[in-house]
């Protein structure tokens, strides 16, 4: 059996910036996706399909392929008074914010006076990003994970 549509492949990971930096690793725990659902990232999800268990790769991803290309347009200076029932605001916090599109997340990036910065770009967009991954599972899905999107059970959503 190989990585195709609707199957559920269980992947050990470590994840790196193109710093060379350690972003993320499931560290014993492997993630359990449903191949096909948009579970993962664009370029890792194309770069898994067809491997099968014992498979073991390193991958760069490119920003398009990953989390994007950093958008200027998301990045607006508004007033602190946009953030009612907020004691304090730091540099850091992460709020959701109403636009035109829906709902977006946004991170406050600087704070001048009555003046914040937000940044509606995803922490990785812009970036190119390296997986070193081992394919350690993989099995049918369950009609409910098909419904669903996505993966049930250990390394998957539990619910």
Partial sequence: ??????????????????????????????????????????????????????????????????????????????ASSMFQGVEELEVGMRFEAQSEQGMHSVEVTHIEGDQVTVDGNHPLAGEALTFEV??????ESTPEEIEHGHAHGDGGVQH
Wanted: cysteine-free.
């Fill in 1 to 78: 059996m190989n990585i195709q549509q609707d199957k559920v492949a269980l992947i050990e990971y470590t994840l790196t910036n193109q710093h060379g930096e350690q972003i993320d690793a499931s560290n014993g725990n492997p993630l359990a996706y449903l191949h096909g659902h948009h579970n993962l990232i664009p370029g890792l999800e194309a770069e898994l399909e067809g491997k099968t268990v014992g498979d073991k790769f390193t991958t760069t991803i490119p920003a398009d392929k990953a989390y994007g290309d950093r958008v200027d347009a998301l990045v607006q200076t508004v």
């Fill in 134 to 139: 081992e394919v350690v599972g993989l099995r």
